[in-house]
C-alpha cells in the first residue's frame, strides 16, 4: 500500500509561481497513475492533472491548461506539478491521488482513485 505526502504549498502573488511534490512510500509509485486534485474552501474536490505510469501521457482541466504541468520521476518515486501564471482562484489545498492501473485513461473522477495524501495549502493573493 503507498502512503502520499504532498509538499511545496504557500503563498503566493497573481502571476507567480509554485512547483508541489507528492512523495511516494511504502513501495515503488511506479504501478500508479497520478493526479493532482485540489478542493477550495465550501468546494467539492476537483481534478486537475494526472500522468501516466510511464510519465509520457498526461491530462488536464481546461482551467489550468497551459499553466500547470504534471510530472513524475519513478526513480524517485515522486510526482510533481509546476504551476505558473497563478490566479486567485487557484486557491485550494492541493492534493496528490494515486491508482494502481495496466493501461492509461484519463481518470477525473474522486472515485477512481484508491490513495490519497493529505494535502498542501496554496493561496494566491491579488
Known amino acids: 500500500q503507498v502512503q502520499l505526502v504532498e509538499s511545496g504549498g504557500g503563498l503566493v502573488q497573481a502571476g507567480g509561481s509554485l512547483r508541489l511534490s507528492c512523495a511516494a512510500s511504502?513501495?515503488?509509485?511506479?504501478?500508479?497513475?497520478m493526479a493532482w486534485f485540489r478542493q477550495a474552501p465550501g468546494k467539492e474536490r476537483e481534478f486537475v492533472a494526472t500522468?501516466?505510469?510511464?510519465?509520457?501521457?498526461?491530462g488536464y482541466s481546461d482551467s489550468v491548461k497551459g499553466r500547470f504541468t504534471i510530472s513524475r520521476d519513478n526513480a524517485k518515486n515522486t510526482m510533481y506539478l509546476e504551476m505558473n501564471s497563478l490566479k486567485p482562484e487557484d486557491t485550494a489545498v492541493y492534493v496528490c491521488?494515486?491508482?494502481?492501473?495496466?493501461?492509461?485513461?484519463?481518470?477525473?473522477?474522486?472515485?477512481?482513485?484508491?490513495?490519497w495524501g493529505q494535502g498542501t495549502q496554496v493561496t494566491v493573493s491579488s
Open positions: 500522468i501516466s505510469r510511464s510519465g509520457v501521457n498526461t
Open positions: 491521488a494515486a491508482k494502481y492501473s495496466v493501461g492509461w485513461i484519463v481518470y477525473t473522477s474522486t472515485r477512481d482513485y484508491s490513495y
Open positions: 511504502g513501495g515503488t509509485s511506479s504501478p500508479y497513475i
